[in-house]
């Protein structure tokens, strides 16, 4: 290795440390759910709620501080949201109640926003180089292998643990990681002095914010009440600050959510298939792990696996994600991105609606998770990449970063709704949740694959090629935009927008990587 390109590998060996944590909090937790809710004294269907509450957070707080980290630097944005998710990481676990366990779960989603700043750190560290796009490409290929070993290595590691230590112990893992990364962050990582302009729409910000809090919090109460006239009135409430938002953001000229793109023929069923996509990869996971802790000796149904059993089949899922999102790269070289697409979300659908009959043993559940898994690792490398190719040339990131906050969104949603669902018919002498829920959550999740396919059909054949006029082209764009971690609970997904077009030189207030 040269020596100019020494400090750029310290800086990346020093971010790989962090995307491996951030890979471990996606997927250490979902293994043990089951016991935390024993541990919580709480139904199975709750532990949605926890994924609902992070999930919105991460909606609402990727965009503002990616945005921020352009303001005042991406190293300060990094170390402050590591000093809050490892505060969070230890809440997690000594939390007393529900309340505070889904609180602090929920601030813990400030993780979410690493991965675009490793990113942009050694995007700026790179532009020293005259080969900048490769150098940032690889760099941040790196981080992303390590997220997805740390996702897979969690969840096992998790399950091993989680039958030998008290659950205080093992959920005190993650947060020793992250401290550890903060460490490394605050020692190893140097910042490199580029600055933007801008300011950010705290208008749209605050908007979008009491909207969504608006609905999901009406679903929150209809988790304790039902849905009264008072629930009906706040989420009634949030729909109109949501069309409130949309008027807002059609008059921005830097909006957080970009109106006008979605409103283009070939971007909104791209959205659109990346929020009804949302809806099974991030929410779904937790009734999968829940479902397959269920005693059938109990209550007639489930799986009965302890920890260790079910890290193995959460694991062989997030593992099926990896290879369908390698798989795409090949494929997509061989066919034209719609039908990569439609093909992908119609295994996921096929997937989730066959659990809807065939749950009854270990082989069949994990063989159908696999399969829904593929297609799933598919669509994880495909939006982005479709995404951008849909969008002008200087929309390419706002266009990937809406497929990021839409899924999110989605999975939020989704997993509201799924805490009702499996709250519905439950006994109350069990803590387990109602078979016809876990039905009806893959049913949603099978249909919304199926209405995402749809969508996709009324685009026209050539989008997203070099025969539609209106598009960039793929060409080399899924691994340009292969920055996907793909996580038990979150996937994030971060372009290079200006990698392209970097300049070999420095800036004037620009640090030499040297």
């Known amino acids: 290795m040269s020596r100019s390109r020494a400090p750029l590998a310290g800086v990346v060996g020093a971010l790989v440390v962090v995307e491996a944590t951030s890979g471990v909090l996606q997927g250490f937790y979902t293994p043990l759910l089951t016991d935390v809710a024993r541990h919580l004294d709480i139904h199975d269907s709750d532990i949605n709620w926890f994924e609902a509450a992070q999930l ?22 990094l170390i402050g949201s590591l000093i809050v998710t490892a505060a969070a990481s230890w809440g997690i676990a000594f939390a007393p109640s529900f309340w505070m366990f889904t609180l602090v779960w929920a601030i813990q989603g400030f993780y979410v926003v690493w991965l675009p700043m490793n990113v942009s750190i050694i995007h700026a560290r790179a532009r020293k180089h005259p080969n900048t796009a490769e150098l940032t490409s690889k760099g941040a290929g790196l981080i992303v292998m390590a997220l997805e070993a740390g996702a897979i290595g969690g969840a096992l590691v998790a399950g091993q643990l989680g039958g030998l230590l008290p659950l205080w112990m ?114 779904a996971q937790g009734p999968l792990s829940t479902f397959a802790g269920t005693d059938p000796a109990e209550v007639g149904y489930g799986l009965g696996l302890d920890s260790a059993s079910r890290s193995y089949l959460i694991g062989a899922y997030v593992f099926s994600l990896l290879i369908g999102a390698g798989l795409y790269s090949r494929i997509s070289r061989l066919f034209q991105p719609r039908p990569v697409l439609i093909g992908a979300s119609l295994m996921v659908g096929v997937g989730y609606l066959a659990l809807v009959p065939f749950h009854g043993t270990v082989t069949i559940v994990t063989s159908l998770m696999v399969f829904a898994g593929l297609g ?40 509201a709704i799924f805490a009702l669902a499996l709250a519905n018919g439950i006994d109350e002498d069990s803590t387990a949740a109602s078979l016809s829920g876990y039905q009806t959550v893959w049913a949603i999740c099978g249909v919304t694959a199926i209405v995402a396919v749809g969508a996709l059909l009324t685009v026209p054949k050539v989008a997203f090629t070099k025969a539609d006029p209106q598009a960039q082209g793929l060409e080399g764009t899924s691994d340009a935009l ?27 207030d620009q640090e030499d990587p040297r």
């Open 376 to 415: 799933s690792g598919a669509l994880v490398a495909a939006l982005p990449a479709t995404a951008a190719a849909a969008a002008p040339p200087h929309q390419t990131g706002v266009a990937t970063g809406l497929t990021n906050t839409t899924k999110t969104l989605g999975g939020a949603f989704a997993s």
């Open 56 to 77: 919105l957070l991460s909606a609402i707080v990727v965009p503002l501080l990616a945005r921020l980290g352009d303001m005042i630097g991406h190293r300060k944005v």
């Open 170 to 283: 093992t959920l005190s893992v993650p947060a020793v990681l992250v401290t550890i990364a903060l460490v490394v962050v605050i020692f190893k990582v140097e910042d490199p002095g580029t600055r933007a302009g801008g300011a950010i729409d705290t208008t749209g910000t605050v908007l979008l914010s009491l909207s969504l809090l608006a609905i999901t919090g009406g679903l929150a109460l209809a988790r304790v009440n039902g849905f009264t006239l008072t629930v009906l009135a706040v989420m009634a409430a949030g729909g109109a600050l949501m069309w409130w938002f949309i008027r807002v953001e059609l008059h921005k000229d830097d909006p957080v959510i970009d109106m006008r793109l979605i409103a283009r023929p070939t971007v909104w069923p791209v959205i659109l298939t990346s929020a009804l996509f949302g809806v099974s990869v991030l929410g």
């Open 482 to 508: 292969a920055l996907e971690a793909v996580g038990g609970d979150v996937v994030v997904s971060q372009t290079l927008p200006q990698a392209e077009n970097a300049d070999a030189s420095p800036e004037p």
